[in-house]
T-cell receptor, first 114, second 113 residues
Framework: SQQGEEDPQALSIQEGENATMNCSYK?????LQWYRQNSGRGLVHLIL?????REKHSGRLRVTLDTSKKSSSLLITASRAADTASYFC??????????????FGQGTILTVHP | DTGVSQDPRHKITKRGQNVTFRCDPI?????LYWYRQTLGQGPEFLTY????????KSRLLSDRFSAERPKGSFSTLEIQRTEQGDSAMYLC???FGRGTEAFFGQGTRLTVV
């Protein structure tokens, strides 16, 4: 079963607006990573946030992590049509020999209208 | 920066045939992962290697699937006696060490007809 669940499943906004996607997970993690995937293509790495971090920024991206609630959010500010893609969160579970294996959610489909 | 390279990008095969995919990771990365993604779903873990050792295999990886990473460099994923249910995007990723970013290739899209 999938560890992470993204919310919403689909998001449609106008260019210039902000987009917020949420991810919830079930078990303790070492880190959480966000990826973007354009239709039919590979995944592009956006941000990694470690379990002892609460917030990270990269350009127009802001990621928060709340380990007490087992949730993360990805904020894209001043969105552009080129941001249209599917966004996935992926968790690196704590412990054992699975260190480094990622468990993905089903993704949020973001559509940014020009 | 060559990134993670996968070959072929697309493969159409008849049911019952064998197929093999190749992944070339980022050169200094010691960990290599295979994932499978079906339409509308997130990628699902199949197997991973640390150097040449295969350390974990998912229950999704039936006996028809085998993966190798000779000499800890490139990796191959072979599917024997393909079935229509094997149709999916097969993604390879690599990372350096523990808890670091995993970078993905463009994937191999397999269609079994």
């Amino acid at each position: 079963s999938q560890q992470g669940e993204e919310d919403p499943q689909a998001l449609s906004i106008q260019e210039g607006e902000n987009a917020t996607m949420n991810c919830s997970y079930k078990t303790s993690i070492n880190n959480l990573q966000w990826y973007r995937q354009n239709s039919g293509r590979g995944l592009v790495h956006l941000i990694l946030i470690r379990s002892n971090e609460r917030e990270k920024h990269s350009g127009r991206l802001r990621v928060t992590l709340d380990t007490s609630k087992k949730s993360s959010s990805l904020l894209i500010t001043a969105s552009r049509a080129a941001d249209t893609a599917s966004y996935f969160c992926a968790t690196d579970l704590a412990g054992g020999t699975s260190y480094g294996k990622l468990t993905f959610g089903q993704g949020t489909i973001l559509t940014v209208h020009p | 920066d060559t990134g993670v390279s996968q070959d072929p990008r697309h493969k159409i095969t008849k049911r019952g045939q064998n197929v093999t995919f190749r992944c070339d990771p980022i050169s200094e990365h010691n960990r290599l992962y295979w994932y499978r993604q079906t339409l509308g779903q997130g990628p699902e873990f199949l197997t991973y290697f640390q150097n040449e050792a295969q350390l974990e295999k998912s229950r999704l990886l039936s006996d028809r699937f085998s993966a190798e990473r000779p000499k800890g460099s490139f990796s191959t994923l072979e599917i024997q006696r393909t079935e229509q249910g094997d149709s999916a995007m097969y993604l390879c990723a690599s990372s350096f060490g523990r808890g670091t970013e995993a970078f993905f290739g463009q994937g191999t899209r397999l269609t079994v007809v």
